[in-house]
C-alpha cells in the first residue's frame, strides 16, 4: 500500500499513454466481478479455518460439504483420496446429487476416470465433459447422463506427495474459468496440508491408544482363569480400544481339525455365533492357523485366500496366530469395511497382545489340569476310604462265617453229612478270603511295579480248573468250557492268569443273581493268529453303556439298578487288565444290559 501511495504521490507521475479506459457499463461488470471474487475468497478464508480445526479425515469432508456449494457452483462436487497402496482412489460425495446416484464410498482403479487422469499427471485441468481424456463410464458417464456438461478437477497435495483430487461439474458449458480454478487450487492446498495434520494426528492418537490397550488387556488377561472369559473380554477391550469393526477369536480343536469361534466383539457379532466352526486351512484364518504366520490383508479382493460370506462388506482383514510355545492354539482376526485400515503398528501391538493371549490361555490350561488332578485326588480319596471299609467288611464276612462253622464242627456230636456240610462252608469262605488277599496283594504290587510275572508256555484247560475250582459256582447256574485244540497252549504267567480268569468267573456268577448259564470259551482271535481269546460269558444283568468305556478303571462300579446292590471294590476288572497289559494282550467287554455279558481278553499263542 504504501508503494502505491509514493507512485500517486510521486511528482513525476503521469498517466501511461496506452492506457484503456473502460466505458462505465464495463466498469459496473468488473466491480462486481471483483466484488463476487472477494466474497468466495472470504468464504474460502473462512473454510480454511473450519478445515484447519477440523480432527479427522471425515471431519474435514464434512466441514467442506457444508460450503462448497457457495464456493464454486455447479450441481457436481467430489473429493477423491488416494489409498494408502497408491492404485485407487475412494469417492466422497459433496453434493445431494451425488449422493444420490451412489457414489459415496466408491472406488476406482487410479487408471480411469477424470481423478485419476488428475491424479496420475499431476495436473489441474478444465474441460468439456465430452472431451475428458480418461473418461470412465461409471463415473463420467452417470454425470453425463444427468445432464453435466463442464468439469474441472484440481489434484490435493502437500509439497511432498499427492493425495487426491477435486472433481467439480456444471450442467453449464465452460462453466469454470480462471478464479474458479484458483479457487479450487487454493482450497485443495489447504486440503492437503489439513490432511497431512490429521494423519499425523490420527496415528499419534492410535499409538497412545494401543499402549493405553496392551496394558488394559494385559490386566484382563490376568485377572481370570477361565479361557472363555478372559478371550472375551480381550476381544471386547481390543475391539473399543481400536475401533476395530470386528473382532474375533477363534481356538484350534485338534481333534476335529477346525477351529471353533470362542470369542467376537464387533458388527458382525449377529451372524457369526459363538462356536462358529471353520476348518484349518480355510480362508485367511484358517491359512493362519496352518501356517503359524500372520496374514495382512489391505485389500482381501486381492487375496485369494480371502473367504466372502454374503453379509460381509470387509476390505481390511488382519489375522495373526496365538501360540503357546511353538504350537498355534488360535488366531485373533480384525477386519474393516475400510481399505487399508491396518497398518504395521497394529501388527506389532497385535503380536505383543497374541503372546500375552498364548501365555494366559497356557495359565488357565494348566490351572484347569491341576483342578482336574485335585478333584481326581479327591475322589481317589473318598474311594481309598470306601474300599478300605469294603475291604474290612468283606475279610470280617467269611472270616465269621468260618468261625461259626469251626464252633458247630467243636460243639456237637454231628452226622456225616453236617460234617460234609461245615467243611464245604468253611473251603468255600476260605477260598473267597485267599482272593481277597490275593487281590488285594496285587493291587499293592501293581501300584509300587512290584508285581512278578513267570512267563512260561501254560495249558489252557489246567487254568480254567484251577479258577473254577477256586469260585463257588451256585446250583443256579451251569457252567461250561470249550477250548479249540489248536489253541490249548498260551505264552503267560500261570498264576495270574488263573486269577484274571477266577475274577471274571466269579464276576459272572456274582452279576447274574437270576442264574443262566456261563461259559468260558477259548480260540483263535480273529486277524491275529499269534493271539488267543478267551471269552467268560454270562447271561446276568449286562453292563449300562455309559459305564463300558471306563469299567476298567480303578474303583468303577455299576452303581444304579440291581448291580448297585451287590457288594464289591470295583478293583478286580482293574487288576485283570494290568496283568493282560503286563501280557501284551487286551482285555474288553461286550455286554447288553439285562441280556449278559461277554468279557474277553487276548494272549499270546504258547507254540
Ligand atoms: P467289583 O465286582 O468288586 O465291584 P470289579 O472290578 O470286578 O469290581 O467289577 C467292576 C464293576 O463291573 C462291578 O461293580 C459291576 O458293576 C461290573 N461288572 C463286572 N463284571 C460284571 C458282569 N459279569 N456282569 C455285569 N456287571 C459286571
Known amino acids: 500500500m504504501e508503494f502505491f501511495i509514493k507512485r500517486f504521490m510521486s511528482p513525476d507521475w503521469q498517466i501511461p499513454e496506452n492506457i484503456e479506459f473502460l466505458s462505465p457499463e464495463e466498469m459496473r461488470t468488473r466491480l462486481l466481478e471483483a466484488h463476487e471474487f472477494s466474497t468466495r475468497v472470504n468464504i474460502l478464508s473462512d473454510l480454511s479455518l473450519k478445515i484447519d480445526e477440523a480432527r479427522s479425515r471425515e ?240 485389500d482381501v479382493s486381492l487375496d485369494s485366500r480371502y473367504l466372502a460370506y454374503q453379509y460381509h462388506n470387509t476390505n481390511s482383514e488382519l489375522a495373526l496366530p496365538i501360540m503357546i510355545g511353538n504350537e498355534v492354539v488360535g488366531v485373533l482376526n480384525v477386519e474393516d469395511t475400510k481399505l487399508y485400515a491396518f497398518d504395521e503398528t497394529d501388527v506389532v501391538v497385535l503380536r505383543t497382545l497374541c503372546d500375552q493371549i498364548g501365555s494366559a490361555i497356557r495359565n488357565a490350561k494348566l490351572f484347569d489340569q491341576i483342578k482336574k488332578s485335585n478333584q481326581r485326588l479327591v475322589e481317589l480319596d473318598r474311594l481309598k476310604t470306601d474300599f478300605v471299609g469294603i475291604v474290612s467288611h468283606d475279610f470280617r464276612t467269611p472270616l465269621s462265617t468260618i468261625m461259626l462253622a469251626a464252633k458247630s464242627l467243636l460243639r456237637r456230636e454231628i452226622s456225616s453229612d453236617r460234617l460234609r456240610e461245615y467243611l464245604n462252608i468253611i473251603v468255600d469262605q476260605a477260598s473267597k478270603l485267599s482272593k481277597l488277599a490275593e487281590d488285594t496283594l496285587s493291587i499293592a504290587k501293581i501300584e509300587s511295579g512290584q508285581l512278578n510275572y513267570q512267563f512260561k508256555v501254560a495249558n489252557v484247560e489246567s487254568i480254567i480248573q484251577e479258577a473254577v475250582s477256586m469260585v463257588k459256582i451256585s446250583a443256579r447256574h451251569t457252567f461250561v468250557s470249550t477250548v479249540d485244540v489248536n489253541h490249548s497252549y498260551v505264552r503267560g504267567d500261570q498264576s495270574k492268569l488263573r486269577q484274571v480268569l477266577q475274577n471274571l468267573i466269579s464276576n459272572a456268577v456274582k452279576y447274574s443273581p437270576g442264574g443262566g448259564q456261563i461259559s468260558v470259551t477259548v480260540g483263535p482271535h480273529e486277524g491275529s493268529p499269534e493271539e488267543v481269546l478267551f471269552s467268560v460269558c454270562d447271561e446276568g444283568l449286562g453292563i449300562p453303556e455309559e459305564y463300558v468305556g471306563r469299567l476298567f478303571q480303578k474303583y468303577t462300579r455299576v452303581d444304579s439298578g440291581e448291580a448297585g446292590k451287590i457288594k464289591g471294590s470295583g478293583l478286580g476288572l482293574w487288576i485283570c487288565r494290568e496283568i493282560i497289559k503286563a501280557h501284551g494282550g487286551r482285555i474288553w467287554v461286550e455286554s447288553e444290559v439285562g441280556k449278559g455279558s461277554a468279557f474277553k481278553f487276548t494272549v499270546k499263542k504258547g507254540n
Open 59 to 298: 471431519e474435514i469432508i464434512r466441514v467442506i460439504r457444508e460450503d462448497i456449494k457457495r464456493l464454486i457452483d455447479g450441481e457436481c462436487a467430489l473429493v477423491n483420496l488416494l489409498s494408502h497402496s497408491k492404485s485407487h482412489y475412494v469417492i466422497s460425495t459433496l453434493s445431494p446429487l451425488m449422493d444420490a446416484i451412489e457414489l459415496n464410498h466408491r472406488n476406482f482403479s487410479v487408471d480411469v476416470g477424470m481423478p485419476g487422469w488428475a491424479i496420475q499427471n499431476n495436473a489441474a485441468i478444465v474441460v468439456d465433459i465430452d472431451s475428458a481424456p480418461a473418461f470412465h463410464p461409471a463415473l463420467e458417464g452417470k454425470l453425463k447422463d444427468l445432464g453435466i456438461r463442464s468439469l474441472m478437477i484440481v489434484p490435493v497435495q502437500t509439497h511432498e506427495q499427492i493425495l487426491g483430487a477435486l472433481f467439480f461439474g456444471s450442467s453449464k458449458p465452460n462453466a469454470f474459468l480462471d478464479p474458479d480454478l484458483w479457487l479450487a487450487q487454493l482450497l485443495s492446498l489447504q486440503i492437503g496440508i489439513a490432511l497431512r495434520h490429521t494423519g499425523l494426528l490420527e496415528r499419534a492418537q492410535k499409538r497412545v491408544a494401543q499402549i493405553g490397550l496392551v496394558n488394559e488387556v494385559a490386566g484382563k488377561l490376568t485377572s481370570t482363569l477361565d479361557i472363555d472369559e478372559l478371550l472375551t473380554s480381550a476381544s471386547e477391550a481390543i475391539q473399543k480400544n481400536f475401533q476395530y469393526f470386528d473382532v474375533t477369536i477363534f481356538l484350534i480343536n485338534r481333534d476335529e481339525n477346525d477351529l471353533v469361534l470362542t470369542a467376537h466383539c464387533g458388527s458382525y457379532i449377529d451372524f457369526l455365533p459363538h462356536g462358529y466352526r471353520q476348518k484349518i486351512g480355510q480362508g485367511i484364518v484358517g491359512w493362519v492357523a496352518e501356517h503359524s504366520q500372520y496374514v495382512l490383508a489391505n
